[in-house]
């Protein structure tokens, strides 16, 4: 690949670890695309004809601060089919690791940070999705991409280093500076006034050999800080204490919203299952009454031919009386049918 990995220090090198004691440092990584244009983003000489896109891969600092104190190098495997796929970017103190590029489809790219060598950290890989065109489910987000002319698709993510080794310690907690100076602080007196405030460097010379404390950024952030901006001034780059108070917000609203549905579904399932008990009862004491009249109906036509028989059903009841009260209605024995021959009542006429 043309460059050797930097060796993390021995351990007799970098000293002893610091037991109980974490650093992260906060990071943005992601791509910017634009789509050719004759008026905005003309397509340069010897771009093939097919790709339809230029686009910037990178890692950086949020609000543009150094990260080189701890991130040495940066490594993007793109593609196979674009030439060279493999590329590295060497660290340059206050610039973004940046790869720029053309070309006409999206795909995964492989980000490899491997940190300074006082760190005695091995590389880490992160992933990341190239996006060419307008996405997401917020139909005015993809409008907003489409108007701008541009895809943004970044990512904030924060690199922990835990329990450091003693001289990788020591550059982690120097103490953070104003954006722009050359070296950390003789104390940190200048800066205990102006926590998330960020001092930018000015024209004039300063103690620390850079630019002096000069104009005071709202919002901004201190180099060699685990700081985020307090506003958001970049739309492409909303990672801010305002951002994050705007999403915890949504969070709280989303929680409410949603413990007001769930009151909302027991209170119509109680319903529905008192309803359903309700039914379930007006089927029970509609059974028992029909089971009461249907057995009294039967003991009184069985009492009347005085009579238990399992055979005995209220039809042959009717032949039955006319057998015995045949003297009564006048009618010979052969005119009497003998079985279920006739009608319902068992009769059948000569």
Not at 137 to 165: H, I, K, W
Request: with cysteine; aromatic share 8%.
């Amino acid at each position: 690949m043309g460059f050797s990995d930097p060796k993390p220090l021995r351990a007799s090198a970098a000293g002893k670890r610091i037991k109980g004691v974490q650093f992260y440092r906060p990071f943005i990584y992601g791509t910017i695309a634009k789509p050719f244009d004759d008026k905005d983003n003309p397509k340069p000489p010897g771009v093939p004809d097919d790709h339809t896109h230029s686009w910037t891969v990178f890692v950086k600092g949020v609000d543009g601060v150094d990260v080189t104190y701890w991130l040495r190098r940066v490594q993007f495997k793109l593609h196979e089919s674009i030439p060279n796929p493999v590329r590295t970017i060497e660290g340059q103190r206050g610039k973004a690791f940046e790869l720029r590029e053309t070309g006409w489809g999206e795909f995964d790219i492989a980000i490899k940070l491997y940190f300074v060598a006082e760190s005695g950290e091995k590389a880490q890989t992160l992933y990341h999705m190239l996006r060419l065109h307008p996405y997401g489910t917020d139909e005015t987000a993809r409008e907003a991409m489409r108007a701008s002319g541009c895809v943004p698709s970044l990512a904030y993510e924060e690199q922990l280093f835990n329990e450091p080794y003693e001289h990788f310690y020591d550059i982690l907690s120097s103490g953070a500076v104003p954006t722009g100076w050359s070296k950390p602080l003789e104390t940190m007196s200048d800066i205990t006034s102006i926590k998330n405030i960020s001092l930018v460097k000015s024209g004039g010379k300063g103690k620390g050999g850079g630019g002096g404390l000069g104009a005071q950024t709202p919002g901004g952030v201190l180099e060699r800080s685990a700081m985020i901006p307090l506003i958001t001034r970049l739309p492409a780059e909303p990672f801010s204490r305002e951002t994050e108070q705007l999403e915890v917000k949504k969070l709280r609203d989303a929680a409410l919203q949603l413990a007001k549905k769930e009151r909302k579904d027991v209170a119509d399932l109680r319903r529905k299952e008192a309803y359903l008990s309700k039914l379930k009862a007006d089927r029970i004491a509609a059974e028992k009454a029909d089971g009461t009249k249907h057995r009294h109906g039967m003991t009184g036509v069985v009492s009347n031919h005085r009579s238990t028989g399992a055979d005995c059903q209220p039809r042959y009841l009717w032949y039955t009386k006319l057998r015995i009260n045949r003297a009564v209605i006048g009618l010979p024995w052969s005119s009497l049918g003998r079985g279920r021959q006739g009608n319902d009542m068992g009769l059948r006429w000569l």
